[in-house]
């Protein structure tokens, strides 16, 4: 069993930045495939970033290419998203997620079988 709790979710600037933490309990953690999505309203769950347990792969979504940084810490059990260069089109409610089962990233969110409640971020123009 996984828990997952995301912070540092706000409101910022156009080319602000902002870094999520997701902090999993559980000893799962050190062995997940660990992620990043994100929903605006009215559109569906999208994927933002991955990153695999023990080597760091990461891969991401075009849009978020060059601005958006993903990384873990495993002796912490943290995941987290660093987000440059913010614009008004990544508004939504970001949301971690753990794959403990499989050992590839996916964009998919039903390959995801833990998630944490949400954190907003709000970018205003």
């Known amino acids: 069993q996984v828990q997952l709790v995301e912070s540092g979710g706000g409101l910022v600037q156009t080319g602000g930045s902002l870094r999520l933490s997701c902090t999993a309990s559980?000893?799962?953690?050190?062995?997940?495939?660990m992620a990043w999505f994100r929903q605006a309203p009215g559109k569906e769950r999208e994927f933002v970033a991955a990153i695999t347990p023990s080597d760091g792969l990461t891969t991401y979504t075009d849009s978020v290419k060059g601005r958006f940084t993903i990384s873990r810490d495993n002796a912490k059990n943290t995941v987290y998203l660093q987000m440059n260069s913010l614009e008004a089109e990544d508004t939504a409610v970001y949301y971690c997620?753990?794959?403990?089962?499989?050992?590839?990233?996916?964009?998919?969110?039903?390959?995801?079988?833990?998630w944490g409640q949400g954190t907003q971020v709000t970018i205003s123009s």
């Open positions: 997620a753990a794959r403990t089962i499989g050992i590839l990233p996916s964009s998919n969110p039903t390959n995801y079988n833990y």
């Open positions: 559980g000893r799962a953690f050190s062995s997940a495939i």
